[in-house]
């Protein structure tokens, strides 16, 4: 099977769902290197190796050192990257955003109030004194607002939380900051400061019920910018 430019990793990892199906590659064996799957495909390195990434980042592949990579996990299903990454395209609309963020972040707050520990608790802190020293400046202030909701992500202990809400951080970086610029910090900080202090009281029913009312209040912050500008 020889690769067509256009697509590439695409069809590379098309070409492993093959292998899978047929049989050619099992579960736990040695799959080719990237010379080698690079020679037999007609295509660059580089390529084999952004695929493998990929299939190393969901879990199909597993690398190990000194040994080579392996497949560890033959189910196929759900490898399309077009259709299931979340791109910066899904991310442009920031009504959706918060939406997506208010279904998750306040059940990670619940979650992350049992499994806090001392270094969790001093990187909030620290977040928090940075989003305060960051008044006025939209780029400093959001950048600790989105470390301090990472950390409680992190703390939550489900990876799959963690990913998902990272994932969309970085893809709405500028328009958290536009946002920061529209409604100011005033919010940001209060709630932050709630948040903080219920998860130290491992209160995890409030700090659930802070993160929900704190991005509904942003909702409706944003909404009624726009409804003004609007008029």
């Not at 769902?17 to 037999?40: D, M, T």
């Not at 980042?57 to 196929?76: H, P, Y």
């Not at 299931?84 to 899904?90: A, M, V």
Request: some cysteine; overall charge negative.
């Amino acid at each position: 099977m020889i690769i067509k430019n256009e697509r590439v990793t695409n069809q590379i990892l098309a070409y492993v769902k093959e292998q899978i199906a047929s049989g050619e590659w099992v579960l736990g064996q040695k799959v080719p290197s990237e010379n080698q799957l690079a020679a037999e495909l007609g295509i660059s390195r580089a390529s084999v190796r952004s695929a493998y990434q990929y299939l190393t980042g969901v879990g199909v592949l597993k690398s190990r050192q000194g040994s080579g990579t392996f497949l560890v996990d033959s189910q196929a299903d759900g490898w399309d990257i077009a259709q299931n990454r979340i791109t910066s395209e899904d991310c442009q609309d920031i009504h959706k955003v918060l939406e997506f963020r208010r279904i998750l972040e306040p059940e990670a707050c619940r979650m992350a109030a049992e499994h806090c520990t001392p270094e969790i608790f001093a990187e909030l802190e620290r977040c928090l004194k940075q989003m305060e020293r960051g008044r006025g400046n939209p780029v400093k202030f959001v950048r600790a607002d989105i470390e301090f909701h990472e950390a409680i992500s992190r703390a939550s202990g489900n990876s799959l939380l963690e990913k998902s809400l990272h994932k969309v951080f970085a893809e709405t970086r500028n328009n958290h900051e536009q946002m920061n610029c529209l409604i100011g910090d005033y919010n940001g900080i209060l709630y932050h400061t709630i948040i903080l202090e219920a998860l130290r009281k491992g209160d995890g029913q409030e700090a659930h019920d802070k993160m929900r009312e704190h991005l509904e209040v942003t909702m409706r912050q944003v909404l009624a910018y726009e409804e003004k500008e609007a008029r």
